[in-house]
């Protein structure tokens, strides 16, 4: 894999995104997906791609336009563009491939747009990068191609114009490294360097999809030049908080924590997230003035009433002070092996002075899982559909 240097930007001046996150609490909106299903709309709106809601910021653009106003009308810092699924891995399932530039730059417009019919504190617009629907790590598609992908992707949203590159939804480590290698691929094309956010999606057994636990997510992540790593989607804030410690306690990075009104309850074959706004922002309360996160938000689930409460409650907060340098460390092996704990972030030596610091990300592809006996994999549960509709 491809290494990047720091400070390949090092003209870059701070942007004001970071500027902000330095400064106080930034709260990002709610769902995208739970609001358009709110909206019933047609088959016309998706011009025949039923399901494939990224079409609706060239269909319906007032639909989407109207759901980012509702969460900055209630105080959200940032909205995200609604472009989840705007790759061409996704758009070629709807015959959509051509149209990557097209509805990214689309999609930022309309954010952007919403974003500046606000007067008062500066809002944001975060560009929204998904997983896709394939896992590397099961071979669904080579790293070159999925590479290229979010290249494209990353590309036009910095053409468009976003503060922010918020890869999301990420539930396999390689998945997640290929789009910030891509992402940063893209900044060097364009000559812009952009805030990065990386966030990974812990499932209820508090490790990702592929067996991944926070502890080798972070210490993998951490090498890279991003500015803010974070957790959104799959489980509530509740199921995330042990998670959410961790990270403030071993990252040097900035921490973002979006997760779902709670873990979804099927009713009638429908997901239903029942965590109301005043639990979520009790719990945001928590990460932010115990832990010291300083990016809250909400996923799939979270509405502008959820928003407000979050606003209300954690906007004027004081963060936790958070004090760490680089750990030495290696990515643990622990939940894969299921065997003798690698020592992690957590429990190795701190005070290495940080030109020395070692950090392994532990390889995540499905050979070496297998060949360690990964649990997940040996049982089959190699499921690949990606429950996020943020
Ligand atoms: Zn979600």
């Known amino acids: 894999m491809r290494r990047y240097k720091r400070r390949i930007f090092c003209f870059e001046p701070m942007s004001d995104f970071l500027k902000t996150v330095a400064e106080r609490v930034v709260i990002y909106d709610g769902a995208m997906g739970t609001s358009i299903q709110k909206h019933n709309l047609s088959v016309d709106d998706y011009w025949d791609?039923?399901?494939?809601?990224?079409?609706?910021?060239?269909?319906?653009?007032?639909?989407?336009?109207?759901?980012?106003?509702?969460?900055?009308?209630v105080g959200a810092d940032v909205v995200e563009t609604n472009t989840f699924g705007a790759t061409s891995i996704v758009l070629g399932e709807y015959e959509l491939q051509d149209k990557v530039r097209e509805i990214n730059i689309a999609a930022v417009k309309l954010a952007r747009e919403a974003a500046n019919s606000f007067n008062g504190t500066k809002r944001f617009v975060a560009g929204s990068i998904g997983p896709t629907t394939k896992l590397p790590s099961l071979n669904h598609i080579s790293w070159d191609a999925m590479l290229a992908a979010y290249e494209e992707q990353a590309l036009a949203l910095i053409e468009g114009g976003v503060d922010v590159l918020l890869i999301e939804t990420s539930q396999d480590l390689l998945q997640t490294k290929c789009s910030i290698a891509a992402v940063f691929d893209a900044m060097r094309k364009a000559g812009k360097r952009l805030p990065v956010t990386a966030q990974v999606t812990l499932e209820a057994t508090g490790s990702m999809l592929l067996g991944t636990e926070i502890g080798a997510a972070q210490t993998a992540l951490e090498t890279y030049d991003i500015d803010i790593i974070g957790l959104n989607c799959a489980t509530g804030p509740r199921e995330m908080n042990d998670a959410v410690r961790f990270l403030c306690h071993n990252s040097t990075k900035h921490i973002s924590v979006l997760p779902n009104a709670g873990l979804p309850q099927n009713e009638g074959g429908r997901a239903v997230y029942k965590l109301t706004p005043e639990e979520l922002a009790d719990f945001h309360h928590r990460f932010v003035t115990e832990y010291g996160a300083r990016i809250v938000g909400g996923c799939c689930?979270?509405?502008?009433?959820?928003?407000?409460?979050?606003?209300?409650?954690?906007?004027?907060?004081?963060?936790?002070?958070?004090?760490?340098?680089?750990?030495?460390?290696?990515?643990?092996?622990?939940?894969?092996?299921?065997?003798?704990?690698?020592?992690?972030?957590?429990?190795?030596?701190?005070?290495?002075p940080p030109t020395a610091v070692a950090i392994i990300g532990f390889p995540c592809d499905i050979a070496s899982m297998m060949a360690l006996g990964v649990p997940s994999v040996s049982e089959g549960r190699t499921k690949t559909s990606m429950p996020c509709i943020n």
């Not at 791609?49 to 009308?73: F, M, Q």
């Not at 020592?343 to 030596?349: D, E, I, K």
């Open 49 to 73: 791609k039923e399901g494939y809601s990224e079409i609706l910021v060239l269909s319906r653009p007032d639909v989407i336009r109207g759901i980012h106003e509702s969460y900055l009308a």
């Open 301 to 352: 689930g979270t509405t502008p009433e959820h928003i407000k409460a979050v606003v209300e409650k954690v906007a004027n907060a004081t963060p936790a002070k958070r004090e760490v340098g680089p750990i030495a460390a290696a990515a643990s092996a622990s939940s894969l092996s299921g065997g003798t704990r690698i020592p992690t972030s957590s429990s190795t030596t701190s005070g290495t």
